[in-house]
């Protein structure tokens, strides 16, 4: 510990600095009064295209990623970097979608996916599916950006859990005061500290290690050394589809879960979206950079911090090589930037999961005659039980439980893409073969996960994403994203559900949106008026 | 908004959006990329192929915003 004492004080001016910025968030950009729902929870919807390259880039490159993902490069090489094109593909994927989903979100005024369902589909309990489906995906989620902080304390020779308590209680407070403008404001600063630091680390590493070549070297020569089959600095023929199968299910689950729609939906015009989506790549370079820093802990030799449990935890990798590399300072601005990195998407995340409680679950089950004053008081007490039950995870359980909920959040959030992303193309499925769609999604992605061992740690079930193929017969060893396979039998049953509801005149539920309201930008007239659905 | 059509039919259909399948195809293809030669300032093939791609990304999404905006 006594080693540290630099790296803490930086860490620590440098987290209270933007603690402070998060009260100050409530006056920015200040609105007549933030006792609503829309000023609370989207900032009033009125953000350029700079804030929202920041509040969406803020959101989706988290703590997590910048530790997990280096960690997953370090242990397995090449397929850790489905990370890169995984961020590549999705932006030309959602570029039209979201721009659809802004305009008919502003003009029936919704603020989560299942709030669309809804009136898309007439279905409350469709809605309900997505909204559960959405709040169960989106939990875990926060609990790891608590590993990630965890991650850097435990580096700085910090244990115990009353370091982290501290951390969420100041988020928690002010989010709760500022809502989405708190994390818009610090976005900035995580941003600006996460870029100098990875342009840092790319160019005084190399140098410091012998350059780039030197350091593919070593890891080259390491997975060699290995008896494991599945690892390398490229991809073998068994796991090459599970590289495709794993970017493009990411891609396509990533704009599903509620807290990037939040900030999404926060922008002012459709054009802010496509041009974020244009400009959002600049962050997939960093990812990229960030990824090899698990190459250069190979050729560095450094070697993670042993857990409690005795095992090495791989996700102290990347701190660790900040401490055995950088000068003590900067390793401090560093561990900032990560831990600063993780408060960011932790209040998206959480504002998003009480939207959705508060839209979904509360006013149409709860109360119906919600007023907005009681809306943005349910959903900021809400984010506050959503910040405490995520503290509880990780107080109470095992930090690797929580990496095995976010596996399951992953693959089971893409099971609402028939009905929140396909939905805003076509109104052909009928709401019952949605909902059977969903389900047997949903069984079959829990059936494939619990299948999959992970022999690394011992565990027979849920110890990763990629199912064998040998499972279904098939004499190979390749593998495929477990996701992307409980998606097309989704699919599959949700066109068979409709043809059967169809062909048995089973009711199906009305539609409440027009095609022209897809369309619809800032400046029609429909789109600032949001009391048409009756928000009151 | 003085032109008193507010209704008047709009649509996202253009011939550019057809560049977007561009940027989602190609960094699937790994046939494309994985390889470690020949590198590139010490990056192995797959590493230096694959970050090239961003900037096909880019590139197109660039393209097709300001040609529908």
């Not at chain 1, 593909?89 to 809804?118: E, K």
């Not at chain 1, 007239?525 to 928000?535: A, I, M, Q």
């Not at chain 2, 003085?2 to 253009?14: A, I, K, L, N």
């Given at each position: ?84 094109p ?33 009136a ?26 608590l ?13 115990g ?38 342009l ?157 409680f ?23 007490v ?31 959030i ?40 992970n ?47 169809r ?13 022209e309201?897809?369309?619809v930008?800032?400046?029609d ?11 009151h | ?21 561009l940027p ?46």
């Open positions: 510990m006594s080693g540290h004492v630099t790296e803490l004080v930086v860490f620590v001016v440098l987290f209270l600095a933007v603690s402070v910025m998060g009260f100050v968030a409530a006056r920015w950009r200040r609105p007549e009064t933030i006792e609503s729902l829309h000023e609370w929870g989207l900032g009033g919807r009125n953000f350029g295209s700079w804030i929202t390259w920041f509040l969406v880039g803020g959101d989706l490159y988290t703590a997590y990623t910048f530790v997990a993902v280096p960690a997953l490069v370090f242990g397995a090489g090449a397929l850790g970097f489905y990370a890169l995984y961020t590549v593909v999705v932006y030309p994927l959602v570029f039209l979608v979201l721009t659809r989903m802004w305009s008919v979100s502003h003009v029936h005024g919704f603020v989560t996916p299942a709030d669309f369902v809804r898309r589909f007439g279905s409350p309990t469709l809605a309900l599916a997505i909204a559960i489906t959405g709040l169960v995906a989106t939990m875990p989620y926060i609990a790891l950006q590993v990630g902080i965890e991650a850097v304390l435990k580096s700085m020779g910090i244990t859990h009353l370091p982290i308590v501290i951390a969420f209680a100041i988020l928690a407070a002010y989010t709760y005061q500022s809502g989405l403008r708190a994390p818009a404001l610090i976005a900035f600063v995580k941003d600006a500290l996460i870029y100098i630091v990875i840092v680390a790319v160019l005084y590493l190399p140098a410091k290690l012998g350059g780039w070549g030197s350091i593919f070297d070593a890891a080259k020569a390491k997975f060699d050394a290995t008896p494991a089959p599945g690892d390398g600095i490229t991809l073998n023929a068994n796991n090459q589809l599970q590289y495709v199968t794993l970017a493009f299910g990411s891609a396509l689950a990533l704009f599903l879960y509620p807290h990037s729609l939040t900030g999404v939906l926060a922008s002012k015009n459709r054009n802010v979206i496509k041009r974020n989506m244009s400009a959002l790549p600049a962050y997939s370079l960093v990812l990229g950079l960030i990824a090899l820093l698990g190459y250069m802990a190979i050729a560095a030799g450094t070697k993670p911090v042993v857990g409690a449990n005795g095992r090495p935890d791989t996700n102290t990798i990347v701190p660790r090589l900040f401490d055995q590399l950088f000068p003590d300072w900067f390793t401090g601005v560093a561990y900032a930037a990560i831990g600063i990195g993780a408060l960011v998407p932790a209040a998206i995340m959480s504002i998003a999961a009480a939207n959705l508060t839209r979904n679950i509360y006013r149409e089950y709860l109360n119906k005659d919600a007023t907005d004053a009681q809306e943005a008081k349910v959903s900021k809400v984010s506050l039980v959503v910040k405490v039950g995520a503290v509880l995870c990780i107080l109470l359980l095992d930090p690797q439980f929580s990496i095995d909920l976010q596996l399951i959040g992953g693959v089971i893409l099971q609402t893409l028939p009905a929140v992303a396909l939905g805003l193309y076509t109104r052909w499925f009928h709401r019952g073969g949605l909902l059977a769609g969903w389900a047997a999604g949903l069984a079959a992605g829990m059936w494939m996960l619990y299948l999959i061992p022999p690394a740690n011992g565990k027979a079930h849920f110890g990763g994403s990629a199912f064998p193929l040998a499972n279904f017969g098939f004499d190979t060893k390749m593998t495929l994203y477990a996701g992307f396979l409980a998606l097309i039998v989704n699919l599959v049953v949700a066109v068979l559900g409709t043809l059967a509801f062909a048995a005149k089973v009711a199906d539920g009305p539609d409440a949106t027009r095609r309201h897809y369309f930008d800032e400046g007239p429909r789109v600032k008026d949001l009391d048409l659905t009756g928000s | 908004m003085t032109t008193g059509e507010p209704g008047q039919p709009r649509t996202d259909r253009s011939p550019w959006n057809w560049l977007l399948v989602i195809v190609l960094p699937l293809l790994t046939f494309l990329f994985n390889a470690d030669e020949p590198r590139l300032l010490g990056f192995p093939l797959f590493y230096w192929l694959q970050i090239a791609f961003i900037v096909v990304g880019v590139s197109c999404t660039t393209l097709v915003y300001r040609m529908t905006r």
